[in-house]
Each structure stands twice: as structure tokens, then as C-alpha cells.
């Protein structure tokens, strides 16, 4: 189950993200690049230097760093981080 603690540790593609201002659905991670399907197309932006704001599956909003999930999704599933929040 995917909690404000165990994000980093997850796949986020499926979750709803807002950053800077655009809001819609995770569809496309890559390790510097997430991409969000908005309303007028998917738009792309960079995990360094950028703040995310993921809405879990219970609807809680948890706030994360662009710094703290950028490696590959693969790589950040298999990794154990110890406390982030």
C-alpha cells in the first residue's frame, strides 16, 4: 500500500501530480523527466529542481522534491530510503 512515508518507494505513474500550476495524471517517468497527461496534452518537466505534489490513492497530498526521485523508477522501487519526511 502507498503512503506519504513509502512514495519515494513506489511507481508514480498513475498518481495525480500538480506542478506549477498543471494538474493531471503521471504517464511517463524517466530518470530526470516526469511527464503529466494535462488537460491540452502531456507536459514534461524535470525532476531537479522542481517540487511535486502527489495525491495518494486516499486522497492525502504529500509534497516531494524533484531530487529525492530522480533515478529510474526501477532503481528508486529497489532502494531503501531511510526516513525523507
Not at 512515508?5 to 498513475?14: D, Q, V
Not at 488537460?39 to 516531494?64: C, D, H, Q, Y
Amino acid at each position: 500500500m502507498i503512503t506519504e512515508k513509502n512514495l519515494i518507494n513506489h511507481e508514480l505513474i498513475g498518481l495525480k501530480a500538480e506542478v506549477n500550476g498543471k494538474t493531471g495524471e503521471v504517464v511517463l517517468e524517466t530518470k530526470n523527466m516526469l511527464g503529466i497527461r494535462a488537460e491540452n496534452g502531456i507536459k514534461r518537466f524535470p525532476k531537479a529542481g522542481t517540487s511535486f505534489v502527489f495525491t495518494l490513492p486516499n486522497g492525502k497530498k504529500v509534497a516531494v522534491d524533484g531530487k529525492r526521485i530522480s533515478s529510474r523508477a526501477e532503481d528508486r522501487i529497489k532502494s531503501k530510503v531511510k526516513k525523507w519526511q
